[in-house]
């Protein structure tokens, strides 16, 4: 006897994709304009240190949001497999100890599922791990060949009392969270009939 298994519209992809949806709007409705919001505010609206907090907050929220978006990428993807071993009764290989999760999950997708992502997505999932990585770990090699590879993330002090920092743009912010729901919306969705 074969078990079918097959996904709905509201299947666990769709939901991922929308997760990430989520994320553009709890930063670009809510939080950049609750900050920009503040700065209106009469007593503070010619003041310089008005416009500096404000250029601060967005620029730590815009951190902080590139961090969360690309860690919310990692676990979905984990879960996702998590998922097609419980439903699908599928081996999923581990990740060898020379690989990162993004060249981890590439394999796992093509060769276990025969699913392929276009190398596009891969890439900027793969820079998002670099700059997350330069962020959370700070100043060393991996750090010093992110910023040398990737500069434009990154904010380079003019004088030698500050160290180099991970700086994102609104942009750069929006492109991730786009990258992820573009990403889980180009994962085929298929009917599977595994014979028993």
């Known amino acids: 006897m074969s078990k079918i298994t097959y996904t709905y519209p509201h299947d666990g992809l769709s939901i991922k994709t929308v997760h990430a949806y989520h994320q553009e709007t709890l ?12 700065t209106e505010d009469e007593s503070l609206e010619n003041d310089l240190f008005g416009n500096i907090a404000e250029n601060w907050a967005k ?5 902080l949001g590139f961090v969360s978006t690309y860690h919310m990428w990692e676990r979905q993807l984990q879960e996702l497999f998590l998922e097609q071993k419980e439903r699908s009764h599928v081996e999923i290989p581990l990740m060898n100890p020379r690989e990162n999760i993004v060249q981890y999950g590439k394999r796992v997708l093509l060769d276990t599922f025969e699913a392929s992502i276009a190398e596009a997505y ?5 820079i998002a791990r670099k700059i997350v990585n330069a962020f959370k770990h700070g100043p060393g090699k991996n750090f010093n060949s992110t910023l040398a590879a990737h500069p434009n993330y990154f904010y380079v002090p003019d004088d030698n009392r500050h160290l180099p920092m991970v700086s994102i743009s609104l942009e750069q912010l929006r492109r991730l969270i786009n990258t992820v729901a573009e990403f889980w919306e180009a994962v085929p969705r298929k009917i599977i009939y595994p014979h028993s």
């Open 27 to 38: 930063f670009f409705e809510i939080l950049f304009p609750l900050i920009e919001q503040q």
């Open 59 to 63: 620029q730590e929220l815009g951190v």
């Open 122 to 126: 891969w890439q900027e999932l793969d």
